[in-house]
């Protein structure tokens, strides 16, 4: 049961991770042990932060005392509360204006040290902005983002993995939906070797709404997860889930988790979550588990949607048809169900950045 | 000129009972600037005959042959077909999510070409025929087939056999499913590629409505995987009146 689960900031209050655990068991738990039980460097300063106006967005780095900290959420396994135990500094992201504002915060020279990090993310009421989390080069991460809207608040979040080889990084994201405020939410794994972000949002709120989006392509060996809960929690509130995938080579593994509750205090509520997994190639696995918990019987909607499958060869025969050689047609095809969520976004710049990054994945396979 | 040659053709399918024989000796030749109108009731074999050609895996070819201008189209992959002159328009074209039409004609242009179509006269070709098949502007940026009704997805095969200029073109039961207007648009659209190219055209359908708006030249009655009956336009008229019914054996008649 979702509803139930143990949360705490304190690592010790947690058991010994055996692995068996709901949050732990398709993770490959001994190759993030570091951030399950090790001790992480609390220094995360080698960040950028650059926005693109100033006077509408303040970056800051506030102490771990601060105020601030801890409104959006609570870890509800290890290594999250073992990032939240661990940090000194959080990353503190404040948007205020009501003209669109864009930040982009970089992550690129982390190194292979097992690090702590914190971030807080604030929309105050009815601003509108884009944060983009782009993180690349070494890493060996626990960390935990707090995402808070305020009323009527317009929030993108798009946390982009493309870290090198050999990196680890767990993250949870937790989100707290101000009444008729808008978070969108986008997971963009494509590089590292374990990458499992777990992103919640709390719709506690009248009239808040979530689209939670994620997309992700997984090579031989590689693990990406992303364990998603939706916690409708006042009336009227809205979600939308739609999670895809790509997976090539050996050993190659996705997991999506989509848990959906639905309280008794979220009447009207109107909910929808998909995953979408395209196996490319034998050998890969890709675990796809909706979950809905619903408590109150006055809902508007709930609906959920799970597809793992083969390429489709009648799709590479229509477009072979058309002269199209096969590895150009499967190019396409991957392109296309994978871009279905890249166009969501709504920052040109940042999609057109993501298609090209998709596309190296491709070439990648097609060269191999 | 060109010549599209079926000789002897034998293919089979495998299904969940074992191996189905579907095609049991189809000879068939076509010249470029012909039409030829594949007839038949259903289950006879119409429909195989054109994947058959096009390369589609699930058909299994015994023997025979199938050359394009001496090339063996048999020993290549379905990319190569479509590349040597070979175009098949689908009775159920698939959709491709995220792929808009757009890229996809171009993407297509330049595989069967060889090089990237001028860009200029090239969106100014591809704004004309959408035109002349009565295609909103809006339609390019939509993704392949998804979402299109029967009707648009019939003239969007119309749109790319315009665009893409082959030199043999089989139409399987393009009709179907057209009501008399959208018919009538997706004929003009083929006789304008004949008129545009004189490619060669091969039309297989059930019904002989699509006839009246495009007029073949030769007539074959496919009944149980080979041709029973050839003839001209007149051999159109007399299925018209008499259906299929003095072709089948009586075991089959339903």
């Known amino acids: 049961m979702r509803s139930a689960r143990f949360a705490s900031f304190d690592v010790t209050d947690f058991e010994t991770v055996t692995g068996h655990e709901a949050e732990w068991k398709h993770t490959p738990v001994a190759r993030v042990q570091p951030l399950i039980d090790g001790t992480l460097d609390p220094d995360i300063r080698p960040v950028t932060a650059t926005a693109s106006s100033d006077d509408s967005v303040t970056v800051e780095w506030i102490d771990r005392n601060d105020s601030r900290i801890g409104s959006a959420g609570k870890p509800e396994e290890r290594a999250s509360a073992n990032a939240w135990s661990a940090f000194e500094s959080a990353l503190m992201v404040t948007i205020t204006g009501e003209q669109p504002s864009e930040i982009s915060v970089t992550r690129s020279a982390l190194g292979t040290g097992a690090r702590a990090a914190h971030t807080v993310i604030h929309a105050t009421h009815h601003s509108v902005g884009t944060v983009v989390l782009q993180n690349s080069g070494d890493a060996l991460l626990s960390e935990n983002v707090e995402i808070i809207l305020d009323e009527g608040a317009h929030l993108t979040v798009v946390t982009v993995q493309q870290w090198n080889a050999s990196a680890v990084h767990l993250a949870s994201h937790f989100s707290e939906i101000g009444r008729d405020a808008r978070l969108k939410h986008v997971v963009v794994s494509l590089g590292g070797s374990v990458v499992r972000v777990n992103p919640s949002a709390h719709l506690s709120r009248e009239g808040g709404e979530v689209e939670l989006y994620g997309v992700y392509f997984a090579d031989t060996g590689q693990h990406l997860e992303q364990q998603v809960f939706v916690n409708h929690d006042a009336p009227n509130t809205k979600s939308r889930v739609s999670y895809k995938g790509a997976l090539q080579g050996v050993g190659a593994h996705t997991v999506w988790v989509g848990d959906v509750l639905i309280r008794p205090t979220a009447s009207g509520t109107d909910s929808y979550e998909q995953n979408r997994n395209l196996l490319l190639t034998d050998g890969a696995r890709a675990d796809s588990i909706p979950n809905l918990e619903i408590e109150t019987g006055e809902i508007a909607g709930a609906g959920h949607a799970s597809a793992s499958g083969r390429f489709d060869d009648e799709q590479l025969f229509y477009l072979q048809a058309r002269g199209i050689g096969e590895d150009e047609a499967r190019r396409l095809v991957v392109r296309g169900f994978l871009s279905e969520i890249v166009q969501k976004i709504g920052s040109p710049a940042l999609e057109e950045r993501l298609q090209n990054a998709i596309e190296a994945e491709l070439a990648l396979s097609t060269a191999s | ?254």
């Open chain 2, 1 to 254: 000129m060109s010549v599209l040659e079926v000789i002897d053709l034998h293919v089979s399918v495998e299904t969940e009972q074992g191996t189905k024989q579907i095609l049991n000796g189809v000879d068939l030749i076509v010249n470029e600037g012909e039409i030829h109108a594949i007839m038949g009731p259903n289950g006879s074999g119409k429909s195989t005959l054109a994947y058959t050609i096009a390369g589609h895996p699930k058909y299994h070819v015994e023997s025979g042959s199938v050359t394009l201008d001496g090339q063996d189209l048999l020993a290549m992959p379905v990319d190569a077909r479509a590349r040597a002159g070979l175009f098949l328009a689908m009775q159920y074209p698939v959709e491709i999510p995220g792929v808009a039409v757009t890229n996809f004609l171009r993407t297509a242009k330049t595989a069967i070409d060889g090089a990237q179509p001028p860009i200029r006269t090239w969106t100014k070709e591809v704004t004309e025929a959408m035109k002349n098949l009565r295609m909103d502007a809006s339609f390019k940026d939509r993704n392949v087939n998804e979402g299109f009704s029967g009707g648009e997805k019939k003239r969007h095969e119309i749109l790319q056999l315009e665009l893409l200029k082959p030199k043999f073109a089989i139409l399987d039961e393009t009709d179907s499913g057209l009501d008399v207007d959208a018919l009538k648009i997706v004929s003009e659209g083929v006789n304008r590629a004949k008129e545009n190219t004189g490619l060669g055209l091969l039309l297989i359908t059930h019904y002989t409505r699509i006839l009246r708006y495009i007029t073949p030249d030769y007539v074959h009655v496919f009944v149980d995987g080979r041709v029973a009956e050839e003839g001209g336009a007149e051999l159109a008229d007399r299925l018209e009146n008499e259906g299929y019914d003095r072709f089948l054996a009586p075991a089959s008649l339903g």
